[in-house]
């Protein structure tokens, strides 16, 4: 079964940090693109962080300087350290595996995605 799960969410005053976890199962993790976005109330869902099989990072403008990804290929994990939050950045963050093979080669996924997780920075 391909599944993404994401934990870490949850309640933080401002300038402080969290650390989300996206654990993935059915894919080959090890070559597969990996990103954290985030889907704001009334907002479009936006791209924060990605990091290739390869170790290519890139960030948004919004996360240079305060979030960290990161990726575990052994633990088949992603992980979004997130330091300094502002309540700017309170969303659901959601765990994204760009054209993810499955185990075995036998299909392959334009896009997979996680359930989320909230995250609520207060002022």
């Known amino acids: 079964q391909v599944q993404l799960v994401e934990s870490g969410g949850g309640l933080v005053q401002a300038e402080g940090s969290l650390r989300l976890s996206c654990e993935a199962s059915g894919i080959i993790f090890s070559i597969t693109t990996m990103a954290w976005y985030r889907q704001a109330p009334g907002q479009q869902r936006e791209l924060v962080a990605s990091?290739?099989?390869?170790?290519?990072?890139k960030y948004a403008d919004s996360a240079l300087g305060r979030f960290t990804i990161s990726r575990d290929d052994a633990k088949r994990t992603v992980y979004l350290q997130m330091n300094k939050l502002k309540p700017e950045d309170t969303a659901v963050y959601y765990c994204?595996?760009?054209?993810?093979?499955?185990?075995?080669?036998?299909?392959?996924?334009?896009?997979?995605w996680g359930q989320g997780t909230l995250v609520t920075v207060s002022s």
């Open positions: 994204n595996a760009d054209r993810a093979y499955a185990l075995g080669y036998r299909d392959m996924y334009p896009e997979v």
């Open positions: 990091i290739s099989g390869g170790g290519t990072i």
